[in-house]
């Protein structure tokens, strides 16, 4: 079985795949004061209810966009599944060439979630992955990466307006049934909800004017399922791109 994590600045998502399936998948939040006690006393419970047993894991593979938690998560490897981690770097055997000024620059999620939709979409493909803040990455038909977009994230943006504003209140972002809202919590829930998915529309029109393939536009991430159902342009939602891409990455580095 192979231990993936993908660590965001808000959450981080641990998947166990067994073969090609991926049989268990967790979210817990970046916490960075957590030790690697605190990661262990919270796994160990996870994978005891699951059943799933730490000797039956051969590879450990990481995705980090915090670098202040890596070594707590190094030592968890190393420590508690007996294995040294391979941390997802830009320099990694990914399968992808990474066309871009200094991809040393590249989040390592960004570069997984790549790597799946090479393999999955040979047309090419658009990537959509809104976590913390919303990204677009772009990978041509013959697997090269050769950059996108980052845009707010839709979390941020409604805390901002919650500390920010003395009367507009924190809310929840469900699909409104009217895109003029009759109430200031109504306002708030279209105006966030259609102006990202107005936003994210607008930057893949205008990339795609500057590609000449016919990319397959898909989503991943926290909230991304919500911008799909609503968008031109995004034709499908996968929460798991990113640890199938990590899934990948391992298996070239076994």
Not at 48 to 67: A, E, G, L
Not at 215 to 236: D, F, H, Q, V
Request: glycine content about 8%; proline content about 4%.
């Amino acid at each position: 079985m192979i231990f993936i994590v993908d660590i965001g600045n808000s959450n981080t998502v641990v998947g166990i795949y067994k073969g090609e399936n991926l049989i268990r998948r967790w979210r817990i939040s970046t916490d960075r004061t957590l030790t690697v006690d605190d990661i262990a006393a919270k796994l160990s419970a996870l994978m005891m209810f699951d059943r799933i047993d730490t000797k039956d894991i051969s590879q450990c593979i990481i995705s980090s966009v915090v670098p202040t938690w890596n070594h707590a998560w190094e030592r968890f490897s190393i420590e508690f599944l007996n294995m040294k981690p391979l941390f997802l770097r830009y320099n990694t055997k990914c399968g992808i060439s990474l066309n871009i000024s200094n991809p040393s620059e590249i989040g390592a999620d960004r570069i997984a979630n790549s790597v799946a939709a090479a393999a999955m979409y040979p047309q090419g493909s658009f990537i959509i992955d809104s976590g913390t803040a919303i990204t677009l990455d772009i990978v041509t038909p013959d697997k090269k990466y050769i950059g996108g977009a980052i845009m707010p994230g839709i979390m941020i943006s409604m805390e901002a307006m919650s500390l920010r504003t003395a009367k507009l209140p924190r809310f929840e972002l469900d699909r409104p049934l009217h895109a003029i809202g009759k109430s200031t919590l109504e306002g708030l829930t279209s105006g966030v909800f259609y102006g990202f998915v107005g936003m994210v529309d607008r930057v893949i029109e205008e990339s795609l004017k500057e590609v000449d393939f016919k990319p397959k536009i898909i989503a991943t991430g926290g909230l991304a399922g919500a911008i799909a159902s609503a968008s031109n342009y995004i034709s499908e939602f996968d929460r798991d791109l990113t640890l199938k891409g990590l899934k990948i990455i391992a298996d070239l580095n076994r």
